[in-house]
T-cell receptor, first 113, second 109 residues
Framework: NAGVTQTPKFQVLKTGQSMTLQCAQDMNHNSMYWYRQDPGMGLRLIYYSASEGTTDKGEVPNGYNVSRLNKREFSLRLESAAPSQTSVYFC????????????FGPGTRLTVT | EDQVTQSPEALRLQEGESSSLNCSYTVSGLRGLFWYRQDPGKGPEFLFTLYSAGEEKEKERLKATLTKKESFLHITAPKPEDSATYLCAVDNYGQNFVFGPGTRLSVLP
């Protein structure tokens, strides 16, 4: 089992460009999440999907959109990238919403210039 | 506002020198507290879940404990491979975790 996979691993964008971060899990989990991690701060939730067909905003959703394509895949889109979105992005999945533990992907390091 | 803090921010130990990391939380309700390990350039890896005060869990050189206001991650006789950032996260009966900022542990040979 690959667990949670993310693509790409690294990306550099210019301000105003758009991109989609891809995430897939092979653990048959119902719930999936997108986080960002910035130096000195805890992981912050951007969006989550409790189950296939549903998505909800987390703590910091502005500037992002998501799509739960099917049970395995959950993508994060930046429509018009800004330097404040420079961060490391992690996708995670869990059997269901809390209190189940979450399993994380390897991350995407995004730089917006 | 629910909050999770961790101390110290960074800790350097000699191999074999035992110590503890702290996770303090102020939340309206606690359903569970989770510990994760994060290696540089990687995603967090699940370690433990604690549900009630007085509960303890162990895994190799790590032991996690929980009180009503904080959790400790005790590291006994650490090895260099224990070097990582340790994150705690709280389930406050919300839909998602509240994460702490982490403690960066370095174990020197």
């Amino acid at each position: 089992n690959a667990g949670v996979t993310q693509t790409p691993k690294f990306q550099v964008l210019k301000t105003g460009q758009s991109m989609t971060l891809q995430c897939a899990q092979d653990m048959n989990h119902n719930s999936m999440y997108w986080y960002r991690q910035d130096p000195g701060m805890g992981l912050r939730l951007i969006y989550y999907s409790a189950s296939e067909g549903t998505t909800d905003k987390g703590e910091v959703p502005n500037g992002y959109n998501v799509s739960r394509l099917n049970k395995r895949e959950f993508s994060l889109r930046l429509e018009s990238a800004a330097p404040s979105q420079t961060s490391v992005y992690f996708c995670a999945s869990s059997m269901d919403l809390l209190p189940y533990e979450q399993y994380f992907g390897p991350g995407t390091r995004l730089t917006v210039t | 506002e629910d909050q999770v803090t961790q101390s110290p921010e960074a800790l350097r130990l000699q191999e074999g020198e035992s110590s503890s990391l702290n996770c303090s939380y102020t939340v309206s309700g606690l359903r569970g507290l989770f510990w994760y390990r994060q290696d540089p350039g990687k995603g967090p890896e699940f370690l433990f879940t604690l549900y009630s005060a007085g509960e303890e869990k162990e895994k190799e050189r790590l032991k996690a404990t929980l009180t009503k206001k904080e959790s400790f991650l005790h590291i006994t006789a650490p090895k260099p491979e224990d070097s990582a950032t340790y994150l705690c996260a709280v389930d406050n009966y919300g839909q998602n975790f509240v994460f702490g900022p982490g403690t960066r542990l370095s174990v020197l040979p």
